[in-house]
């Protein structure tokens, strides 16, 4: 920078791009015309005009625009750039894309990449490869990384253990502040981000921690254990599920937090950006599971594939369908009688569907951030209960009043036969909407409690729940209540 440069000049906000190409939109997406630009690049093997379009992009960016290529373009990509995508952009890579990119690359090249990144994101480039070929890229990198990854390939996968980073870094409670700075500035194995200094004990048990920004302020005389942070330290055990992890970073705002062994030495480190990007997953599966969609599903899978991971819950609905046509059938006389049945019965299913759906969509949401618990259960089922139960009733007067004017208008029945119908469409629809709520929250509690994740087993009980209920209810009631009246 110039030393004439106003200062307000620099880093405005409001400041337009820089000159270019103009390829890359000023909003920070990849614009059509910017990946024709790219896939041109590549089909022409022109790799310094690829290299000017996305030299500035973040590495994330390059994954998506990877992601947005065709499968012959990122093949021939990869061999553009020499056989190999950067360390970086590997580890932003969507799970449906890396394991094709990883084939595409070959082992010596992907051992090379994995063997710049930090444990967990090396980790997470390879842990959904089988074992076989995880052995192939492993025997490709030197001894330290591979039994480094080796170790954490070994942890559960959705476990602290596989979540934490081993590079970190820590200091014993008498060293001093200048101490402490010469040791980072002389080392190259500090992990690529941190942001504080963990204080461990004669036996590397973390007994506290000092931010980073309170070691740069303090003069260098300063022994670390007067200054580092020791009440309510909280440690990770490398067995914790990473959705505890989770937990535990929002409760009580973490910006990183050290991981212990059994015997509470300190292995390792979990940083936001890990937590942020797991809590990313973590809802993506929960809002596929919910809609009866496998978590690894992704844009880029074949149609084979697609029909494959959706054909199992497509058929468990087809037996619940089935289940509801059942009762139907129960009272085909009563629909045969009464055509107006067979009209309006969809929509008091329907509305319970839909009930026990916002109901269910909210306690699974609930349950995985810990807001929902046993002190809490009783209050929140009433709660849902009652939220049904008036739903129920104020829906009962608008679709009871409009299914007996529009029986008595369509000439199907007289001003009494109207209002018996309306009767029962108003009863079915408060009986069905209070047992959509009950079911929307008893169900994903009681699933949790067996052991089941209830975002992915709920959502076909809900809906069981409320289509028999809905048609066993109404279409009994007008067997009872109007069929007797018609004769």
Known sequence: MSENTPIDEVARP???????????????TLTPEFVRSVSDAIEAEDADAFEGLTNELHPADVADLIGLLHEEDREALIALLGGALPAEVLAELDEDLLEHIIEVMGPAKVAEAVAELDTDDAAFVLEDLDEEKQAEILSYAPIEDRLALRAALDFEEESAGRLMQREFFASPAFWTVGQIIDRMRGTEELPDTFYEVFVVDPAFKPVGSVPLSTLLKSPR????????????????????????????????NLISVPVVDD????????????????????THE????????????????TVFETVRSRFSWLAVNLVTAILASLVIALFDGAIGQIVALAVLM???????????????????????????????ATRIVLREALVGLLNGVL???IMGALAGVWYFASGWGGQDDAMRLGLVVGVAMVVNLLCAGLAGILVPISLQRAGADPAVSSAVFVTTVTDVVGFFVFLGLA?????????
């Open 14 to 28: 409001d400041a337009p791009p820089p000159e270019g190409d103009g390829q890359f939109a000023e909003d920070q």
């Open 221 to 252: 005389e300063t022994v670390i254990e007067t200054i580092m942070i020791s009440r309510n330290m909280r440690t990770v055990p490398v067995t914790m599920d990473q959705e505890e992890v989770a937990y535990l970073f929002e409760q009580y």
């Open 263 to 282: 015997a509470e030495r300190l292995i390792g480190m979990i940083t936001v950006d890990d937590v942020v990007e797991m809590v990313r997953e973590e």
């Open 286 to 301: 929960d809002m596929l599971a919910l809609g009866g969609v496998e978590a690894d599903t992704g844009l880029n899978d």
């Open 346 to 376: 969809p929509i008091v299913a329907s509305m319970g569907g839909n009930a026990g759906t916002q109901t269910l969509t909210v306690v699974v949401r609930s349950l995985a951030t810990k807001d929902l618990t046993a002190s809490n």
């Open 395 to 397: 829906f009962a007067i």
């Open 479 to 487: 067997a009872a209540v109007l069929l007797p009246a018609a004769s």
